[in-house]
């Protein structure tokens, strides 16, 4: 079975062919909105509550990137299942403000190796683990226990024309016999809730005030 990681940060994490197929694929799918809808994101998924719009199925994507993230978890933990990914533009035209409380996530019945990968941007938004930052550049990429450690973003003004998009991609060991609990989650969403009361009134007090709101956030 895996065990918690210590968050480490990766530059360069795809090859510039690798780089080319996501967009290649994020364009197609931009192209085919606009020709047959007038809309470019029409094929997304919209997630207004973390302000983004995304890709969630990795199947139309060349098969390099799952190939590249499976390699990459081995480094993290044993006999990685081959990879689930995703690709999200965090942008206003989401229907909201882009934002990330603090939260473990919920995707894995395991425990689970994550990663975020950052790829183009109009600006710079640094990525949490807890309480440890990491400055984000473009193609570097941060992994970590997302089953386990609280992960956020903190308040960024975004203007109407910016974006920033990202990979994420998660994986557990193959066979973990330890699937994980309702406590545990339980647990984590305690943890998850001590963290943004800790930064709610420095670096989190546009995203903390979300929660308020009709639509909420994670």
């Known amino acids: ?12 994490t795809f090859t510039k062919e690798e780089y080319s197929a996501i967009y290649k694929h994020v364009n197609e799918l931009m192209d085919k909105g606009i020709n047959e809808h007038q809309d470019k ?8 509550n973390n302000g983004f719009i995304a890709i969630l199925s990795p199947d139309n994507f060349d098969m390099s990137i799952g190939n590249k993230l499976k390699s990459l978890f081995s480094n993290h ?28 996530d919920k995707s894995e019945k395991f425990i689970g190796c ?27 990429s941060v992994w970590f226990t997302g089953t386990h450690q609280p992960h956020w973003r903190p308040d960024r003004y975004f203007g109407p024309e910016d974006y920033y998009d990202i990979l994420l991609g998660q994986s557990h060991t193959d066979n973990d016999p ?11 969403d305690i943890k998850a809730d001590q963290l943004a009361h800790k930064y709610k009134d420095s670096l989190l007090s546009k995203t903390y005030s979300k929660i308020y709101s009709d639509e909420g956030c994670q």
């Open 1 to 12: 079975m895996s065990n918690i990681i210590k968050p480490t940060q990766l530059e360069n």
């Open 41 to 48: 994101y029409y094929y997304f998924e919209k997630l207004t």
């Open 77 to 104: 933990i044993p006999d990685p299942v081959n990879p689930g990914f995703l690709f999200a533009r965090y942008t206003w035209d989401s229907g909201d403000a882009p934002s990330l409380m603090p939260h473990c």
């Open 114 to 140: 994550y990663c975020t990968v950052q790829l183009e941007s109009t600006l710079d938004w640094d990525f949490y683990v807890e309480d440890e930052s990491f400055q984000m550049n473009k193609n570097s």
């Open 178 to 188: 330890n699937p994980l609990s309702e406590q545990h989650y339980l647990d984590v």
